[in-house]
């Protein structure tokens, strides 16, 4: 059940799942699963029934884990601060996100103590929220795992370096991020600097006559062929048909001689055309 029970736990329909034997039926032992739900089913069952949710109607007698008795009293009783000032709600949901996680008990309300832990935590990410909750989130989850149980309560987030080890994280995928589009711009400029290539071969091959074309192949064929001796003996082509493979080749090479190079280029193209150049000449 562990496998279908994840995704609810972790889309927030549900808090926390709990098992304890059912009386067996024709000698056949059997379980009674608990569900707790998650803040995400409370806030759609107040969506449409148009009233408060109350965890007393769907919490078990026994969904608390084990050694966490009386954790949800203690976090459930506000005190008078609070029922006064109030607090931001973002301050809530982290306390309350925290407490839930960590102990897999549905809160309705939490003391000012919490209340003061999760804004000293909120005020340690500079305000922002979504580090805050990433960082609780974590420290929820190492606490569960924990043989230590640390961290029991959210003063841990700022104890254990949470808050560092998310910024760390973050620092680290912004860079990875960084590096992405730094080879991606890279890649365009090279595409765009082989096109421009391409373009100036291209009208200088076709600016040779036949006769001019002819004279560029034969001066150049021994050389082209001589560098390319072992690829045309694992072949064992003709002279005709090394000649056909070759003569394209050649003519671009021919077509991209004296090409600056793709960083000299990339110079040139920070220097504005003049006013009567078209886009076809700023290529040229």
Same mark, same amino acid.
């Given at each position: 059940?562990?496998?279908?029970?994840?995704?609810?736990?972790?889309?927030?329909?549900?808090?926390?799942?709990?098992?304890?034997?059912?009386?067996?039926?024709?000698?056949?032992?059997?379980?009674?699963?608990?569900?707790?739900?998650?803040? %995400?089913? #409370? &806030?759609?069952?107040?969506?449409? =029934?148009?009233? *408060?949710?109350?965890? +007393?109607?769907? $919490?078990?007698?026994?969904?608390?884990?084990?050694?966490?008795?009386?954790?949800?009293?203690?976090?459930?009783?506000?005190?008078?601060?609070?029922?006064?000032?109030?607090?931001?709600?973002?301050?809530?949901?982290?306390?309350?996100?925290?407490?839930?996680?960590?102990?897999?008990?549905?809160?309705?309300?939490?003391?000012?103590?919490?209340?003061?832990?999760?804004?000293?935590?909120?005020?340690?990410?500079?305000?922002?929220?979504?580090?805050?909750?990433?960082?609780?989130?974590?420290?929820?989850?190492?606490?569960?795992?924990?043989?230590?149980?640390?961290?029991?309560?959210?003063?841990?987030?700022?104890?254990?370096?949470?808050?560092? %080890?998310? #910024? &760390?994280?973050?620092?680290?995928? =912004?860079?990875? *991020?960084?590096?992405? +589009?730094?080879? $991606?711009?890279?890649?365009?400029?090279?595409?765009?600097?082989?096109?421009?290539?391409?373009?100036?071969?291209?009208?200088?091959?076709?600016?040779?006559?036949?006769?001019?074309?002819?004279?560029?192949?034969?001066?150049?064929?021994?050389?082209?062929?001589?560098?390319?001796?072992?690829?045309?003996?694992?072949?064992?082509?003709?002279?005709?048909?090394?000649?056909?493979?070759?003569?394209?080749?050649?003519?671009?090479?021919?077509?991209?001689?004296?090409?600056?190079?793709?960083?000299?280029?990339?110079?040139?193209?920070?220097?504005?055309?003049?006013?009567?150049?078209?886009?076809?000449?700023?290529?040229?």
């Amino acid at each position: 059940m562990a496998a279908v029970h994840r995704p609810h736990i972790a889309s927030g329909y549900v808090a926390h799942v709990a098992y304890r034997p059912a009386p067996p039926l024709d000698g056949v032992l059997d379980w009674i699963i608990h569900y707790v739900p998650g803040l %995400r089913a #409370r &806030a759609e069952f107040e969506r449409f =029934n148009g009233k *408060r949710f109350q965890p +007393e109607w769907a $919490v078990p007698k026994r969904p608390v884990p084990r050694g966490c008795e009386g954790i949800r009293r203690t976090f459930a009783a506000p005190s008078s601060g609070e029922r006064q000032t109030g607090a931001p709600a973002t301050v809530r949901s982290l306390a309350i996100g925290f407490l839930e996680k960590r102990y897999g008990v549905p809160v309705i309300k939490v003391a000012a103590g919490h209340l003061r832990q999760a804004q000293a935590v909120l005020d340690a990410c500079g305000g922002d929220h979504a580090m805050a909750v990433t960082a609780v989130d974590l420290a929820a989850k190492e606490g569960r795992q924990s043989r230590a149980g640390f961290p029991k309560h959210l003063g841990g987030v700022l104890e254990g370096g949470f808050i560092e %080890r998310v #910024r &760390a994280a973050r620092a680290k995928e =912004n860079r990875r *991020r960084d590096a992405d +589009e730094q080879r $991606v711009r890279e890649q365009a400029r090279r595409d765009r600097y082989e096109v421009w290539c391409r373009r100036r071969a291209e009208k200088r091959i076709r600016a040779l006559s036949s006769e001019a074309r002819r004279r560029v192949i034969d001066e150049r064929l021994p050389a082209f062929t001589e560098g390319f001796r072992f690829f045309f003996q694992l072949r064992s082509w003709s002279d005709e048909r090394i000649r056909i493979w070759a003569e394209p080749r050649i003519l671009t090479r021919y077509g991209r001689e004296g090409e600056p190079t793709l960083d000299a280029w990339s110079k040139l193209r920070d220097v504005p055309p003049t006013r009567s150049s078209g886009p076809d000449e700023a290529l040229q």
